[in-house]
């Protein structure tokens, strides 16, 4: 009888440990809880050719973001202009895609933009996410007209909103 309620013991700790494991790492499920509402905090961006870095930005408080469960992206900017964007998550890479968002940047009288970006996610928690993604092309340069290296990157930091 003690070797059963050992037993019993060890399996309820193995469930217990195993459901907190899965349901702390589930992004998809963390970022529409509660309203689903997470306040843009910082945003990093650069451009770089050939890697001179052409332009680099990092704004705060950029606005408000509201996750929802159907993949739809509700971007609240500070200025309370407003963008409906997509998103979705892959568990197997631990990436998320957001779809809609414009990254653009002029240089020579060329403009580069990305409206879709896969973010590695780099740190999640129940309140703090960090977000990198990356992309790299060729492309031609307008300063020399020949084929370049291009690098956009980004990241998001967000903060769960109150």
């Known amino acids: 009888m003690a070797n ?3 037993m019993k013991k060890r399996i309820f700790i193995t469930s217990l440990i195993s459901i907190l494991l899965l349901g702390c790492s589930n992004l998809e499920k963390i970022l529409p809880k509660d309203d689903g509402k997470w ?4 945003v990093v961006e650069e451009f770089a050719l050939d890697e001179g870095l ?3 930005g990092d ?14 992206l509700t971007l609240v900017y500070a200025d309370s202009s407003e963008e409906k964007l997509r998103w979705s998550y892959d ?12 990254f653009s940047v002029e240089a020579g009288g060329a ?15 129940a309140d703090t996410q960090l977000w990198q993604a990356e992309e790299r092309f060729t ?8 084929e370049s290296d291009a690098r956009i990157a980004v990241q998001w930091r967000l903060e769960k909103a109150n």
Not at 39 to 42: D, S, T
Not at 59 to 72: S, V
Not at 91 to 102: A, I, L, Y
Not at 111 to 125: A, H, L, Y
């Open 4 to 6: 059963s309620m050992i």
């Open 39 to 42: 306040n843009l905090a910082r």
């Open 54 to 56: 052409i332009y680099q």
């Open 59 to 72: 704004t705060t408080n950029l606005g408000t973001m509201t996750f929802a469960e159907d993949g739809l």
């Open 91 to 102: 568990k197997s890479d631990d990436e998320v895609t957001v779809m809609g968002w414009e």
């Open 111 to 125: 403009t580069f933009s990305r409206t879709e970006f896969v973010f590695r996610v780099q740190e999640s928690t």
């Open 139 to 146: 492309t031609l340069n307008p300063f020399t007209q020949l």
